[in-house]
């Protein structure tokens, strides 16, 4: 089968009413899940969160970098699913001697 | 190593939101979808018309009409953690999020599998999952949908 992304989340296959058979790649948001099938030219805005190193849907819920898993623990301890990570903080050492 | 369970099963017949499966998760694990197909089982209408169905999680787990056993595809493999629901009579609360939105043609089928690590997860939550449902139709129509996962 022939690809047009390199790495897609998915495939699809869709019979039309004559009998005819589409095949496409999907991608997945990486900070909701949605998936839709990768048509380049469609004029669709998606997005792209550098932290995650993934494609984002484009929704604006999707815009601040809220990771799938993040959400999923969220739903799982009964936080709001869009409570972000809390952040981390370096605190640089003092010098020796 | 993780294990593949598959359940069918149709809608009842309406026009909108009328689930077909619902794969509902357990405190102890995450189902993955990693693999589903709609099809209509009802003649086409004589008017043409698409189908619009969604794939989303649920909050909370509806009234099914059956719950059928999932089937695990191997057959040495222990029985499923998460239950299945389909055909159901009060729909299950869908989260706002949803997962995949697609239009088919009535006299159309779509089938979509995951790659490695692209899977539909549901919370590790009780009575949450992941389901599959008609979402809008103009004439009634009944859409068998077959959703399989691992845990």
Same mark, same amino acid.
């Given at each position: 089968?022939?690809?047009?992304?390199?790495?897609?989340?998915?495939?699809?296959?869709? =019979?039309?009413?004559?009998?005819?058979?589409?095949?496409?790649?999907?991608?997945?948001?990486?900070?909701?899940?949605?998936?839709?099938?990768? =048509?380049?030219? =469609?004029?669709?805005?998606?997005?792209?969160?550098?932290?995650? %190193?993934?494609?984002?849907?484009?929704?604006?819920?999707?815009?601040?970098?809220?990771?799938?898993?993040?959400?999923?623990?969220?739903?799982? %301890?009964?936080?709001?699913?869009?409570?972000?990570?809390?952040?981390?903080?370096?605190?640089?050492?003092?010098?020796?001697? | 190593?993780?294990? /593949?369970?598959?359940? /069918?099963?149709? /809608?009842?017949?309406?026009?909108? @939101?009328?689930?077909?499966? @619902?794969?509902?998760?357990?405190?102890?694990? $995450?189902? #993955?979808?990693?693999?589903?197909?709609?099809?209509? !089982?009802?003649?086409?209408?004589?008017?043409?018309? /698409?189908?619009?169905?969604?794939?989303? $999680?649920?909050?909370?787990?509806?009234?099914?009409?059956? *719950?059928? !056993?999932?089937? +695990?595809?191997?057959?040495?493999?222990?029985?499923?953690?998460?239950?299945?629901?389909?055909?159901?009579?009060?729909?299950?609360?869908?989260?706002?999020?949803?997962?995949?939105? #697609?239009?088919? @043609?009535? $006299?159309?089928?779509?089938?979509?599998?995951?790659?490695?690590?692209?899977?539909?997860?549901? *919370? +590790?939550? *009780?009575? @949450?999952?992941?389901?599959?449902?008609?979402?809008?139709?103009? +004439?009634?129509?009944?859409?068998?949908?077959?959703?399989?996962? $691992?845990?």
């Amino acid at each position: 089968m022939r690809h047009s992304l390199r790495k897609p989340s998915g495939h699809v296959e869709i =019979s039309g009413p004559f009998g005819e058979l589409r095949r496409g790649d999907t991608l997945k948001c990486t900070h909701c899940q949605f998936s839709w099938i990768v =048509s380049s030219g =469609s004029g669709k805005v998606r997005g792209f969160c550098s932290n995650c %190193a993934g494609y984002t849907c484009g929704k604006p819920e999707c815009g601040p970098c809220v990771h799938f898993e993040r959400r999923l623990e969220n739903l799982e %301890a009964g936080r709001p699913e869009l409570t972000p990570m809390s952040s981390s903080i370096l605190v640089p050492g003092l010098p020796c001697g | 190593m993780s294990k /593949n369970y598959v359940v /069918n099963g149709p /809608n009842a017949s309406g026009t909108a @939101n009328k689930t077909c499966v @619902n794969v509902i998760g357990s405190a102890a694990i $995450r189902p #993955m979808v990693n693999y589903f197909a709609v099809g209509p !089982t009802t003649a086409p209408n004589a008017t043409d018309q /698409n189908y619009e169905f969604i794939v989303a $999680r649920t909050t909370a787990a509806g009234t099914a009409g059956s *719950s059928p !056993t999932p089937l +695990a595809l191997d057959p040495g493999d222990a029985a499923a953690v998460a239950t299945a629901a389909i055909t159901h009579s009060a729909e299950p609360t869908y989260a706002a999020t949803l997962l995949m939105q #697609m239009y088919v @043609n009535q $006299r159309g089928t779509f089938q979509w599998y995951a790659a490695p690590g692209g899977e539909f997860i549901g *919370s +590790a939550t *009780s009575a @949450n999952g992941v389901a599959l449902k008609l979402s809008a139709v103009t +004439a009634a129509m009944v859409l068998d949908g077959t959703v399989q996962w $691992r845990e």
